[in-house]
């Protein structure tokens, strides 16, 4: 009777230990793909096998349909209570990536006039207004 409490015991201290393990905060994106943080607290974009596709940092992002545009930089620090309320504006050094999710292929370090391009290219006609994320701690 002993060995059964035991032993019953031993399971119930297995399944609180599962059920308290949580996963990162991550950010959803269509087709497999997602933001989260990096070590450093810093945003990366990550496909669904754990496979970062854009390193951290990413400054800001928007999502227009299968498509996910950015700005890849830190995110400037903000006097205001959120972060994420006004749109994300760069400067002439600023560097912007497109992931087409649909088919994986993606375009890094564009510059502003080359990222509308392409995303004029993919369907996108109005460049998304894209907006920094919250932080993650």
Not at 52 to 75: E, M
Request: overall charge neutral; glycine content about 10%.
């Amino acid at each position: 009777m002993i060995r059964l409490w035991v032993i019953l015991g031993c399971v119930a201290v297995s399944l609180s230990a599962c059920a308290d393990t949580r996963a990162g905060p991550v950010v959803a994106l269509p087709n497999g793909y997602y933001l989260q943080p990096d070590r450093e607290g810093q945003t990366e974009l990550v496909k669904r096998d754990g496979h970062t596709v854009v390193p951290a940092p990413i400054a800001a992002y928007a999502v227009s349909g299968q498509v996910v545009a950015g700005a890849l930089g830190k995110a400037q620090p903000q006097n205001r209570s959120y972060a994420n309320d006004l749109p994300f504006h760069g400067g002439a050094e600023t560097r912007y990536f497109i992931l087409d999710t649909k088919t994986g292929l993606i375009d890094r370090g564009l510059d502003e006039s080359a990222w509308h391009r392409k995303l004029n290219e993919l369907g996108v006609t109005q460049s998304p207004e894209i907006y920094p994320l919250l932080p993650w701690r």
